[in-house]
C-alpha cells in the first residue's frame, strides 16, 4: 500500500503566523517593513468611488436636451451640494414661468450629456482602511496594496465560522470539551469576551450572546438547522441558508468558529487545553471560511504567547500520514463536517461525478454508513 497523506486543522501553542492584509482596490500603505504593529494599526488606506447617481434633467424639467443644457448654472467637475440650484429654464420671453431645478444629489458633476440632457453626479467615495488584526512586525510591503505581518504566538484553526474579525479577550465558559454550552452561562459580563465552549452552542445561547455583547464564540458544533434560524432571524432574512462555499462577511453581532463540525460533537482535548491555558489573553478571531479553491479556516489567533503550556500534537496527526484506522473529517458536501476513520485505500483512481479521476479512500462515517470520498476532501483529527 501506498503512503497517503492529507492536511488537518493546525493546533499550535507556539508558532509563526503571516497574515497578508489587503487593500480591495490600489491605495497607500502607511508602514514601513520593520514596524511594530497592534491589532487596530491602520496600516494602508484607500477610498472606494462613489456611487453616480443619474439626473434625466432634461425629462425632468420637461424640455429638449439643448435646451436642459442652456439652462445649467453648473458645468462638469463643480461639486453641487443637495438643494443647490443647477438649472433655470428660459421662460416665457426670458421672463415669465422659469422653472427652477435643485440637485437631489451631494457630488461632483461628473457627466453632462449633450444627446440625452442626463447629469451625472458622482456622491462622495468611501474611505477604506485596512488594520493589522494582529501584534506584529510588518515583514513586507505591497506597495498601493497592502503588507504581511507576522508574529509568533498561539494558532488554532477551526473547520467553520460565520462573522467577520473581531479582537477580544479569552473566558472558558464551560467546565469540558464535552460540556455544551446554553443559554444559561452567559451573562452581560461577558461582553466584548470570546467565549470557548464544549461540545455544541444552542440556538439560544447564540441569540443570548448577541444581547449580551459577546464578541466570539468558539465551540466544537452547532446544529445546523439551529444556526440557520438564528442567522435568519439577526439578518432579518426568512429561509437563510448556510453558504459553506465561503462565510465571514455576515453583518452579525459576533463571530462564530466551529473546530470540528455541525452536530453535538466535543472539542478536541488538545484544542480545548490550549485554549484554557490561553484565558484571559488577546485573541483575534475570523469566522471566514472557504472550502473550495483557496481555502481559508477560521482561526483564533493569540500573538506573542509566553509561558504557554505545551501540547504535543499526535505524530499520525502531525505527519499527516493516512492509514486504516485514522481518525478523519469529510470537509467537503455532502458529508461535510462529518466525522469517521478510514477503512480503506484504494490503489487506483476513482472517476467522480465531475469526470475527473482522483484517488479515493473509504471511509466509515460515525453515523455507521460506509463511503468512497476523493482524499482531498477529508482532514485528520485527533481521537477524543
Known amino acids: 500500500m501506498g503512503t497517503a497523506y492529507t492536511p488537518g486543522l493546525k493546533v499550535s501553542a507556539q508558532t509563526t503566523i503571516e497574515k497578508m492584509r489587503r487593500l480591495p482596490l490600489k491605495g497607500q500603505v502607511v508602514v514601513r517593513e520593520g514596524d511594530r504593529v497592534s491589532p487596530h494599526t491602520i496600516v494602508a488606506r484607500t477610498e472606494l468611488p462613489g456611487i453616480m447617481q443619474m439626473i434625466k434633467l432634461a425629462e425632468r424639467m420637461g424640455v429638449e436636451p439643448k435646451d436642459a443644457l442652456e439652462a445649467l448654472k453648473i458645468k462638469q467637475g463643480d461639486l453641487v451640494r443637495k438643494d443647490d440650484l443647477i438649472a433655470v429654464s428660459a421662460g416665457l420671453w426670458g421672463r415669465f414661468f422659469k422653472s427652477e431645478f435643485k440637485s437631489p444629489y451631494t457630488g461632483i458633476i461628473e457627466l453632462i450629456s449633450p444627446t440625452t440632457g442626463n447629469i451625472g453626479v458622482r456622491e462622495a467615495p468611501t474611505p477604506v482602511e485596512k488594520e493589522a488584526y494582529v501584534s506584529g512586525i510588518v515583514t513586507k510591503v505591497i506597495e498601493g496594496e497592502g503588507v504581511v505581518v507576522a508574529c509568533e504566538g498561539a494558532l488554532v484553526q477551526g473547520i467553520f465560522g460565520v462573522g467577520g474579525e473581531r479582537l477580544g479577550t479569552l473566558e472558558v465558559a ?14 452581560p459580563s461577558q461582553a466584548g469576551k470570546i467565549l470557548i465552549g464544549g461540545s455544541i452552542v444552542t440556538g439560544g445561547a447564540l441569540r443570548k450572546a448577541a444581547v449580551c455583547g459577546v464578541l466570539g464564540i468558539v465551540v466544537g458544533g452547532v446544529i445546523d438547522r439551529e444556526l440557520m434560524d438564528y442567522l435568519a432571524e439577526a439578518l432579518n432574512e426568512p429561509g437563510y441558508d448556510i453558504g459553506v462555499a465561503i462565510t465571514g462577511q455576515e453583518p452579525i453581532a459576533f463571530t462564530l468558529i466551529l473546530t470540528e463540525g455541525f452536530g453535538t460533537i466535543a472539542m478536541a482535548t488538545r484544542t480545548f487545553a490550549l485554549l484554557k491555558s490561553l484565558e484571559g489573553r488577546t485573541a483575534s478571531i475570523n469566522g471566514a471560511t472557504q472550502i473550495r479553491a483557496g481555502v481559508i479556516r477560521p482561526e483564533v489567533i493569540v500573538p506573542n504567547v509566553e509561558g504557554v503550556m505545551h501540547i504535543p500534537i499526535p505524530a499520525d496527526a502531525a505527519s499527516g500520514m493516512l492509514d486504516i484506522g485514522t ?57 477524543v
Open 174 to 187: 464551560v467546565a469540558s470539551a464535552d460540556e455544551p454550552l446554553t443559554e444559561d452561562k452567559i451573562n
Open 327 to 383: 481518525p478523519i473529517r469529510v470537509i467537503r458536501e455532502p458529508y461535510f463536517g462529518i466525522l469517521g476513520k478510514v477503512s480503506g485505500l484504494p490503489h487506483e483512481p476513482v472517476q467522480v461525478e465531475s469526470e475527473t479521476w482522483v484517488r479515493v479512500l473509504e471511509a466509515q462515517l460515525a453515523d455507521g454508513r460506509t463511503v468512497m470520498v476523493p482524499r482531498a476532501n477529508v482532514e485528520i483529527i485527533e481521537t
